[in-house]
């Protein structure tokens, strides 16, 4: 009897030994497809992006100066040390300091920021074999579902990943704190540091900047909005040679007109934009357009009216007052643009060369 309870002993011992080694040869989890495009991404792309440290001197009541310090990411956009963020990260420093993925620090400086688009240039002196420089793609194709990767530096955290889709593309986007055109809404996670990081398609390219984090919490739970990246190479050359962008300015405020003000003050079009007021000296002054001259409330809103509505652009219709300024985004300044416009009963061309919008 002891003899078959050892003989029973060593046999399960041995199955259990047998299956135990078997477990050390399995192999490990395969990846999926999905799995080692990430990988392969993050391990191609991560070290073009750095950490920025902006270091600002703040005062207390009392004059005495008081050091802060925040952070933010960026991308290596050339050999020549240009690091493209976001204008926020930057703005207000006294030192910024980059910090690259082989963790050398690098003193930068400031070489251009646009608050429209919110995108900032800084350069800083690192040999060229230390920059890699992370590929720009396209950003006028995007398509809603489509999978997005996000690197930057979350609370310190440095070349975090996150990882999600386009959940929308966006003309325009308004809140309490955020007001920009042309953005690209994502669902990964946007964190505090990671402004001013790519995003990223599953080429590896950069096709946005990751910007922005709407959350009515006022956590880091919330919609996610990068800029795209052709709205980045638009500016560029702007931001690099002149340290901020020459924006097109006509030098006028306008209204949309819509049916039913066209309808009660018996307008010959229903549709434009109104001009409202004119900026004294400025491209549209100079050429002779009208603003308003007299207020007027229909239902809830005011109107100013008595001034030209304009109604196409180089022979382009539009209905809107927005569409027509988006129009306007197309030009530069010093461009020649002819306006078709309504002045009472008479309709007009007039001819308008473009000035550049005043700096604020």
């Known amino acids: ?114 608050s429209v688009t919110d995108l900032a240039v800084i350069k800083i002196d690192a040999p060229p074999n230390l920059l890699t420089v992370i590929p720009m793609g396209h950003s006028d194709q995007l398509r809603t579902g489509q999978k997005v990767l996000a690197i930057g530096n979350p609370f310190g955290l440095e070349r975090t990943l996150t990882t999600g889709i386009v959940s929308a593309i966006r003309k325009r986007i308004k809140t309490d704190e955020l007001e920009m055109d042309e953005v690209i809404q994502i669902d990964a996670a946007i964190n505090p540091g990671n402004s001013g990081g790519p995003l990223i398609d599953s080429e590896g390219n950069m096709i946005g900047i990751n910007t922005a ?19 980045a ?52 002054h100079r050429a002779g357009i009208k603003g308003g001259n007299r207020r007027v409330e229909i239902g809830n809103a005011i109107f100013i009216i008595g001034g030209d509505i304009i109604v196409a652009i180089d022979g382009t219709p539009f209905k809107t007052a927005q569409e027509f300024h988006d129009h306007l985004k197309s030009k530069k300044p010093g461009d020649p643009v002819n306006l078709t416009l309504w002045r009472g009963k008479q309709k007009l061309t007039l001819r308008v060369h473009l000035g550049e919008r005043p700096r604020p």
């Open 1 to 114: 009897m002891r003899q078959l309870i050892n003989s029973r002993f060593v046999f399960h011992t041995g199955i259990a030994f047998l299956i135990l080694v078997l477990s050390f040869l399995r192999p490990a989890h395969a990846l999926t497809p999905d799995e080692e495009n990430t990988i392969e991404i993050y391990e191609r792309v991560n070290g073009s992006v750095v950490n920025i440290t902006n270091i600002a001197v703040n005062y207390d009541f009392f004059l005495n100066p008081i050091p802060s310090q925040a952070s933010g990411s960026g991308s290596i956009i050339s050999k020549q040390g240009h690091i493209l963020t976001n204008t926020h990260v930057v703005k207000g420093s006294e030192r910024l300091i980059v910090t690259l993925s082989d963790g050398s620090k690098w003193p930068a400086k400031l070489i251009g920021s646009d």
């Open 233 to 284: 190479k638009n500016i560029l050359s702007d931001l690099i040679t002149k340290g901020y962008v020459a924006y097109p300015w006509l030098g006028i405020e306008t209204q949309t007109l819509i049916p039913e003000v066209a309808r009660v003050l018996s307008f010959p079009i229903d549709h434009g934009a109104m001009v409202a007021r004119i900026s004294r000296g400025g491209p549209a």
């Open 213 to 231: 984090i709407f959350t009515p919490s006022g956590g880091s739970v919330g919609i996610g909005f990068a800029v795209p990246v052709n709205t």
